[in-house]
């Protein structure tokens, strides 16, 4: 059975369902078909690490010290959130070891702008927090126009793949997949943006997940899968990016 990311927040588990069946399905973890209860929170996520762990020092944008064309389209959370996440329904992010991306699966709908986009990513984060998560549950988040945008904070772990946000890097891009394509700057900068992550991370193109490849879901949609898959190839623009030498 499919389980939709979600937060360990046990208590929260019947706010959530209650909740839910007033709000609209938002963010790649919904879709028509399936009901808004199974996406509470599993009664078997795991809790805390008890063995010793040391969070790595949050960082809350990525390194873009090689990529100045992402930077310039660069948001903060503070840019787009109304409200605070809520620290006490997160668990502190470990080191990361691997990165995945979705889609957020909604309608798509033709945004307009950055305001658009900041509102759209908003109500993203209150669906989210609605089902008793902290925040919106993805870590950055890549728009039609090739900004990226900064989604929980890096010192918080995600709530995008159930079962595997540990250590795991949340990378959504808006849009619905399975019914559209996404902008060919939405891919320049997804593949830019991972590049870096992997480079500056010390991390390897093996790492870069899509949802689909965790659990069943149509997450990343059918033509984002494609192209991650192209992407990920040795010739493929992701992994030629993701050598360190062939940036700009
Ligand atoms: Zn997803």
Same mark, same amino acid.
């Given at each position: 059975?499919?389980?939709?990311?979600?937060?360990?927040?046990?208590?929260?588990?019947?706010?959530?369902?209650?909740?839910?069946?007033? %709000?609209?399905?938002?963010?790649? +973890?919904?879709?028509?078909?399936?009901?808004?209860?199974?996406?509470?929170?599993?009664?078997?996520?795991?809790?805390?690490?008890?063995?010793?762990?040391?969070?790595?020092?949050?960082?809350?944008?990525?390194?873009?010290?090689?990529?100045?064309?992402?930077?310039? !389209?660069?948001?903060?959370?503070?840019?787009?959130?109304?409200?605070?996440?809520?620290?006490?329904?997160?668990?502190?992010? %470990?080191?990361?070891?691997? =990165?995945?991306?979705?889609?957020? @699966?909604?309608?798509?709908?033709?945004?307009?702008? &950055?305001?658009?986009?900041?509102?759209?990513?908003?109500?993203?984060?209150?669906?989210?927090?609605?089902?008793?998560?902290?925040?919106?549950?993805?870590?950055?988040?890549?728009?039609?126009?090739?900004?990226?945008?900064?989604?929980?904070?890096?010192?918080?772990?995600?709530?995008?793949?159930?079962?595997?946000?540990? @250590?795991? %890097?949340?990378?959504?891009?808006?849009?619905?997949?399975?019914?559209?394509?996404?902008? !060919?700057?939405?891919?320049?900068?997804?593949?830019?943006?991972?590049?870096?992550?992997?480079?500056?991370?010390?991390?390897?193109?093996?790492?870069?997940?899509?949802?689909?490849?965790?659990?069943?879901?149509?997450? &990343?949609?059918?033509?984002?899968?494609?192209?991650?898959?192209?992407?990920?190839?040795?010739?493929?623009?992701?992994?030629?990016?993701?050598? @360190?030498? !062939? =940036? +700009?």
């Amino acid at each position: 059975m499919h389980q939709p990311p979600a937060d360990p927040v046990r208590r929260a588990a019947l706010a959530s369902i209650v909740a839910a069946a007033v %709000l609209p399905a938002v963010g790649c +973890g919904s879709t028509s078909r399936r009901r808004y209860a199974s996406d509470a929170p599993s009664p078997r996520w795991p809790d805390l690490p008890t063995s010793g762990y040391t969070p790595v020092a949050p960082r809350t944008a990525p390194d873009l010290s090689r990529q100045p064309a992402i930077a310039a !389209s660069f948001k903060r959370r503070a840019d787009w959130a109304s409200t605070a996440p809520i620290p006490r329904r997160m668990d502190k992010m %470990l080191p990361v070891r691997r =990165l995945t991306v979705h889609h957020d @699966g909604m309608p798509p709908v033709d945004l307009r702008g &950055p305001r658009e986009v900041a509102e759209r990513i908003d109500l993203i984060r209150r669906a989210h927090q609605s089902r008793g998560w902290g925040d919106i549950g993805y870590h950055y988040v890549v728009d039609p126009f090739g900004t990226v945008w900064e989604g929980r904070p890096l010192s918080w772990q995600g709530a995008h793949v159930a079962g595997n946000n540990e @250590g795991n %890097l949340g990378v959504m891009v808006l849009g619905n997949f399975q019914q559209q394509h996404p902008t !060919s700057a939405q891919l320049d900068a997804l593949d830019r943006f991972v590049a870096a992550q992997v480079n500056g991370r010390r991390l390897n193109v093996k790492n870069v997940y899509t949802h689909q490849e965790f659990a069943p879901t149509e997450c &990343p949609g059918r033509s984002l899968q494609a192209h991650m898959t192209r992407t990920r190839k040795p010739t493929g623009r992701l992994a030629v990016l993701a050598t @360190g030498h !062939s =940036l +700009g």
